[in-house]
């Protein structure tokens, strides 16, 4: 067992100094990577009276108090600077000893609690890690006991993708899980905006992919069983919604990145430019789930023209280095047969290969092209497995949602890498094998429980030092075929979020899952205090 911890259990196990109070626990989640006792401090009593001295960073002050006001029922007053003589605070110290720009101290007696970092990001994480060591219950008084917390991130992407191409999520409740983001030490949230089954992203200069593309005339009922509701859904996002959600997610320190999936997953866009088709359509924005054979045509110079039109007002409202192309599950059918998509072939001497046909790599070619366009912008691309295996650069980040072979060809060819492999990463699959405890989502999804989640290393064995450098981080999926409320979102990823949390933060020497299912309690406590619906029975 590692030395923090037993520290730690000897010293709750222990009766407070300060009688009944309820005590303050570090080992919360993700589990900081050093907890050592301050041997020279006492505990420190956290009431109403003490405050907050922020400096200049008086919105994560804010955020604090809002955090110490849930959980225990009393708010901290903010200020710039103490003013008054011998007041027990919590104090922001901006320092550069931090090396890590994501990584804090939390150092504490019975005077003050400092918490250091060298940027804001790492005063943030800081004040997470306070807030979700409170008992989480309402009371006067905290006793915090007197620790030294020294912590740093693992890796430096660690995020989750919500869908809400297939079902549309308001504002109010993408913030929400921003705000679950978060709480869990996440800083990227995936937002996937387009589907077969909708287009959520205004663009000014084309209204019609959001008059028509948002829109569709109902949903499946399960999986290929050919039933639908026949309820009308839609929804979009307008520029100031987005924007509005990247100034609430970057004050969490959370990247926003946008993913407009092309060539594949494109109904919707082609029920606004039937022209942009290999057929010429007519086309609806689809009412039924799976992989559409109907893709852009990316023989037509339109085609370009368009996304680069939408790329364009991508990149005003989203400011994240990577812009994700999708490129999954794109059919070849009507490539082969369109006399553009061949025109195109030929005029580019594009050929077939041992590993693709010349159809795929005309996908290569299409994805070059649009990232060609978003690196004279600024941005980097990052898609899914298809865009490697189809030809793109080497200088295209993917999404690996295959296994820990797919990671390292990746990252050996010099590709950077987040790892999301299916089997562990998708949370829109059950969370038990017994299918009587689960909601009548996924019906094909493997169970993804708790162990599996935690069990997983996204490092593969054998890799040289600079070849690791290229694995970002990790990151979890929700998919949202069957997932159309924030309830279900919260009940598919809660707890399991906690467990992904420490496959991204937490070293991979300190992890425990018996240990985690001993700290997992306090977590949902944490996940009440919120008001967060989350699964009790998991395995």
């Known amino acids: 067992m590692n030395k923090h911890i037993i520290v730690l259990i000897a010293g709750f196990i222990a009766i407070s100094a300060y009688g009944e109070l309820p005590q303050a626990d570090f080992r919360v989640v993700p589990l900081p990577n050093t907890i050592e006792k301050n041997e020279k401090g006492k505990s420190f009593i956290l009431t109403k009276e003490c405050g907050i001295e922020c400096g200049g960073d008086t919105l994560i002050a804010r955020l604090l108090a809002d955090d110490v006001e849930k959980a225990t029922g009393f708010r901290l007053e903010t200020v710039r600077k103490n003013v008054k003589k011998n007041r027990p605070y919590v104090k922001f110290e901006i320092n550069n000893s931090v090396k890590h720009p994501e990584g804090y101290e939390i150092r504490v007696n019975n005077k003050n609690i400092i918490i250091t970092a060298s940027t804001r990001a790492g005063l943030f994480y800081g004040c997470k890690t306070l807030f979700k060591s409170l008992p989480q219950i309402k009371v006067d008084s905290v006793e915090v006991p007197a620790y030294v917390i020294s912590d740093a991130p693992r890796f430096s992407y660690r995020g989750m993708l919500l869908d809400c191409g297939r079902h549309f999520f308001p504002v109010k409740d993408v913030k929400t899980f921003i705000d679950m983001l978060a709480l869990h030490n996440m800083n990227t949230l995936h937002w996937h905006l387009t589907e077969d089954q909708g287009w959520r992203f205004e663009v000014k200069k084309h209204p019609v992919l959001t008059e028509i593309g948002s829109k569709r005339r109902g949903s499946e009922i399960g999986w290929a069983v050919g039933l639908n509701d026949s309820i009308p859904h839609e929804g979009y996002y307008s520029q100031d919604d987005c924007r509005e959600i990247v100034r609430y997610a970057a004050e969490r320190n959370i990247t926003v990145i946008p993913e407009i999936d092309i060539p594949g997953h494109t109904t919707s866009l082609l029920a606004c430019f039937p022209e942009l088709g290999c057929t010429g359509g007519p086309y609806t ?12 045509c990316a023989g037509n110079d339109k085609t370009f023209e368009i996304l680069q039109d939408v790329f364009d007002e991508i990149c005003d409202v989203f400011p994240s280095e990577y812009i994700n192309i999708g490129g999954d599950e794109a059919p070849k059918t009507r490539w082969e047969k369109c ?3 061949q025109a195109r072939i030929e005029k580019e001497g ?5 590993s693709r046909t010349k159809e795929s790599a005309l996908q290569g070619w ?14 980097k691309v990052i898609g899914w497995n ?4 189809t030809g793109a650069s080497a200088t295209s980040a993917i999404m690996n949602r295959y296994d820990s072979v797919a990671t390292a060809n990746a990252v050996r060819e010099g590709r950077d890498v987040v790892v999301n492999t299916s089997a562990y990463c998708y949370f829109d699959y059950p969370q038990s094998s017994d299918l009587r405890l689960e909601p009548k989502l996924f019906p094909l999804g493997e169970t993804v429980g708790l162990s599996r989640v935690y069990s997983l290393e996204p ?26 409320k924030l309830l279900l979102v919260q009940y598919q990823t809660l707890p399991r979020m906690a467990a992904m949390s420490e496959v991204q933060w937490t070293e991979s020497g300190n992890k425990n899952y018996k240990d985690f299912l001993y700290r997992l309690p306090g977590m949902r406590k944490v996940y009440d205090t919120h008001g967060y619906f989350h699964k009790a029975h998991f395995e």
């Not at 924005?285 to 109907?294: F, L, N, P």
């Open 285 to 296: 924005v689809s009412d039924h789930w799976g992989v559409h054979e109907d893709i852009v």
């Open 339 to 341: 006399p553009k998509c």
């Open 350 to 354: 594009i050929t077939a290969s041992d």
């Open 366 to 379: 299409f994805t070059r092209k649009i990232e060609q366009y978003l690196n004279k912008k600024g941005r």
């Open 386 to 389: 298809e865009i490697a295996e």
């Open 459 to 484: 490092v593969p064995d054998g890799l040289s030092e600079e070849e690791k450098s290229h694995i970002l981080g990790v990151q979890a999926n929700v998919w949202g075929e069957f997932i159309s």
